[in-house]
Nanobody, 127 residues
């Protein structure tokens, strides 16, 4: 089965940056859609960003992170990255990477598409 291993979480001050990584056991060409989700204490899981791995790397983002976060795939096509800049306290959450093995509606909010999930990495932003 596809395995996703996340890293890069931590604690930062508001306005700081973090880069989350998700190493995949399979080449991203076998997973046409990958994405990032997050869940804060007492809140439902929400989509953050998604990327088409077979469509020239087109991306889409939640309005709450647009302009601050960037989703990408490395040149070796085995690592998914989320670059997070200008972090705010409301970004505090457990962040999860996910991958889909089917062609489908690759949108940040469509969690039902995704078949595999990482273990999660904690991001804490203090003011």
């Amino acid at each position: 089965q596809v395995q996703l291993v996340e890293s890069g979480g931590g604690s930062v001050q508001a306005g700081g940056s973090l880069r989350l990584s998700c190493a995949a056991s399979e080449y991203t060409t076998t997973m046409p859609c990958m994405g990032w989700f997050r869940q804060a204490p007492g809140k439902e899981r929400e989509g953050v960003a998604a990327i088409y791995t077979r469509r020239a790397g087109s991306t889409n983002y939640a309005d709450s992170v647009k302009g601050r976060f960037t989703i990408s795939i490395d040149s070796a096509k085995k690592t998914l990255t989320l670059q997070m800049n200008s972090l705010k306290p409301e970004d505090t959450a457990m962040y999860y990477c996910a991958a889909a093995i089917r062609d489908g509606y690759c949108v940040y909010s469509y969690s039902a598409l995704f078949n595999y999930w990482g273990q999660g990495t904690q991001v804490t932003v203090s003011s």
